[in-house]
């Protein structure tokens, strides 16, 4: 998987939605917000991150 600055990515576990901001060496560093609304920033290994894709709300119907 090719990640690069301004992808959205999530930790494969879950968590928050954040972007790819940079890289420093092999580690990707994110941005995001926690829960709080508090900026956060970090360096996470690419093998522990996925591409987020937003849900298709296509479907939904009230």
């Given amino acids: 998987m090719d990640l690069k ?3 959205q990515v999530q930790l ?3 968590g928050p939605v954040m972007t790819v901001s940079g890289f420093r060496g092999e580690q990707l560093w ?4 926690d829960a709080k ?3 956060q920033s970090r360096g996470f ?3 522990v ?3 987020y894709t937003p849900p ?3 479907d939904f119907s009230l």
């Fill in 5 to 7: 600055a301004g992808d």
């Fill in 56 to 58: 298709d709300l296509s």
């Fill in 49 to 51: 991150l996925t591409l």
């Fill in 37 to 39: 609304g508090e900026h």
């Fill in 30 to 33: 994110c941005e995001w917000f």
């Fill in 45 to 47: 290994l690419p093998i």
């Fill in 12 to 14: 494969k576990s879950g």
